[in-house]
């Protein structure tokens, strides 16, 4: 595929006229952060802003309480994460490669558990954090306090295990050669080194895709921590604080300020966007296969 | 599902029925050979597996526990709600009203099967159509492109683009005056009122929708991609293949996992989405021409207070996505040996 004589024009093509419509709206995003006021959605339509203005990131810089949202995004993020990569992986490896009964049966639920429509959970999640038992002052039957709804844990405990996360990794764990888990069967690896040492490296492009994807969707995640941070204001993510600006401010520059501060709250996923990259470039490489 | 081929395994014990009764009748016959393949190797095989499912379980634990608490609880409560009225305050409030909210979803005269689910359906299938092939194209051309790395971060800025932003962008461009019909005038063709013509209300919102969930699919095919092992390729090139025929006989039989997931979450999320709908065309409009079940459940939920109604459509829609899904599965399984 790759060593190929003729210059594919075709590829560049198809490649490129994608490439103009997918970046029109993330750059009109970034152009109506430097708008006036009025400016925003008066039609004929113009994408140029009429001048430069600097003022909305100054309007959303001193309106918003930035250390704290960013505390706040950046732990919740990093937690939930972290713990959807590696609960993925296990049960990923448990559902594509080990045999035991009742492995369907719990694919299936996996695949069931992101079929419902997510505003069915939103009450009953925060029902069960308010009585999560022996947390904020709850009792062994978890009632008499707040739960864990007044600390960080809330904003947390409901994405902590992801079944779009199994089913990705479960997919790609599959097409790992079982001649290269047989091998390390063999040599007397137990079945979490097996993991470890052969299932984890083989994975990495498509890890690096869950979290990328989880690390986007937990940052950008706004309702459930709107519904949290209604509860206790200190829990307050980036996205609900921006979303806040709009009853601030007047609404001729209402959008424009909401965009500069959506700008400030990207920047920061495009960075670790390009960060991984690497890990697109080289794919698996077969290495311990004869 | 995943009877994985060349596998070293010894079906040994009998704890397997329970899982074979769920279906999976594919279970090929050669493996009885195997189970009467002698008590010798029998007693070991049996030992093993023993083994393998305490890890299986082991590994499995943290996510049960999870879904345990929060999914399963949540369920029965929606279950609860979906035989009851509800104002989504106070639990006390909670009244039993038997089967009425289902019934009423299906009563003639209302809205719900036409046009709330036959949009939801059309909105879902043209999603995944347009947002496969496009981005099995795309992530296919970018292996041949120099600058993968530039193509790549280009086509994930749709993933971090908020939702508003792109329907507001793509409204504009669907005004009289905007791009598309600009095009269209300069190409000798009238202009069309995409968004307030409800018989091209919905398709406009739908190629947005394929475009918006194209950055995913992309990032996800481009890792399948990747785990295609490139010594086929080169065999093939060998062999004097054309790429077209490498094209159907090694990348897309190969990246069968990948197409399943990609198809299956992403008629998920087109069965399951409004946000782009709210954004072009606020409560579903012209009419009701773009009204989708999420959007109907939010509105009766959040809106009206109608928490009964709303558990009940969201029941109904969840036995729908899990038949579209089964189907999905029993498709990709039939063209071979596992997905």
Known sequence: ?290 | MATTVGSADEDGDGGRAGTDALGRGDEDGGRAGVRAAGSRAGAAAHRRRRRQTVVAYLFLTPSLLFFAIFLFLPLLFAVLLSLSRWAGFDLADIRPVGTENFAALFARGSSFLTPVLSNTLLYALGTVVLALTGAVLVAHCITNLRFQGLWRTLYFLPIVTTVVAVGNVWKYMYEPGGLVNGVLNALGLRSVAFLQDPATALPSIVVVQAWASLGSAILVLTAGLKAIPRSYYEAAELDGAGQFTVFTRITLPLLRPSLLFVCVTQFITGLQSFALITVMTGEGGPGDATSVAALEMYQRAFKYGDWGSASAAALVLFVLILVITLVQLWLFRRKGEDA
């Open chain 1, 1 to 290: 595929m790759r060593r190929r004589r003729r210059f594919p024009w075709l590829s560049y093509l198809l490649v490129g006229v994608g490439a103009v419509v997918t970046v029109v709206p993330f750059l009109d995003m970034l152009l109506t952060s430097f708008k006036g006021a009025g400016e925003y959605g008066r039609l004929p339509y113009r994408f140029l802003p009429e001048a430069f203005e600097l003022s909305n990131y100054r309007e959303a810089f001193v309106r918003l309480d930035l250390p704290l949202l960013f505390r706040n995004s950046v732990v919740a993020t990093a937690v939930i994460t972290g713990s959807v990569l590696l609960t993925s992986s296990l049960a990923g490896y448990a559902l594509a490669k080990l045999r035991f009964p009742g492995r369907d049966l719990i694919f299936r639920l996996v695949l069931a558990t992101m079929m419902f429509p997510p505003f069915v959970f939103f009450i009953p999640h925060f029902l069960i954090l308010v009585h999560w038992p022996l947390a904020g002052g709850n009792g062994p039957l978890g009632d008499g306090g707040a739960g864990l709804t007044v600390s960080l844990a809330a904003l947390v405990m409901p994405f902590l295990v992801s079944g779009f996360g199994i089913f990705l990794m479960r997919q790609f764990i599959v097409s790992v050669p079982d001649e290269m888990l047989e091998a390390a069967r063999i040599d007397g690896a137990g079945e979490f080194t097996v993991w470890w040492r052969i299932v984890v490296p083989q994975t990495k492009p498509v890890a690096v895709t869950l979290a990328l994807l989880t690390f986007v969707s937990a940052w950008n995640e706004y309702i459930w921590a709107l519904l949290v941070s209604t509860a206790n204001p200190r829990l307050m993510t980036l996205p609900v604080g921006i979303q806040t600006l709009q009853s601030y401010l007047d609404p001729n520059r209402m959008v424009p300020v909401m965009m500069a501060g959506l700008m400030m709250s990207v920047l920061p996923v495009l960075l670790l966007f390009l960060l991984l990259q690497k890990y697109y470039i080289r794919g698996v490489m077969l290495s311990g296969l004869k």
